[in-house]
């Protein structure tokens, strides 16, 4: 699975989830990407982000949230929870 599969734009930078389970943070200022961040095993299907939180859903079933307190990089993993069908 791979490609981009989701993106989120806030003006200053965009976050895309790939097929490859990486989050990727773009500095649309400069048109480079600054981080990429190991999120899921499989493929993150969405995401969203504010000032302070990130949050990806996979295709392996898994909801993460990470926190950040510098405008780069997102990091440290907060949970991980399992979507029950």
């Not at 996979?58 to 949970?79: E, V």
Request: charged residues 20%; glycine residues 12%.
């Amino acid at each position: 699975m791979e490609g981009v599969w989701c993106l989120k734009y806030d003006g200053l930078r965009m976050l895309s989830g790939g097929g490859d389970g990486n989050v990727k943070v773009w500095d649309m200022r400069e048109m480079w990407c600054v981080n990429t961040l190991k999120a899921h095993t499989g493929a993150i299907t969405c995401l969203d982000f504010d000032r302070h939180y990130l949050v990806t859903g996979g295709y392996d079933q898994l909801l993460r949230g990470i926190a950040r307190t510098n405008p780069f990089p997102f990091y440290c993993l907060l949970n991980s929870l399992s979507i029950l069908y």
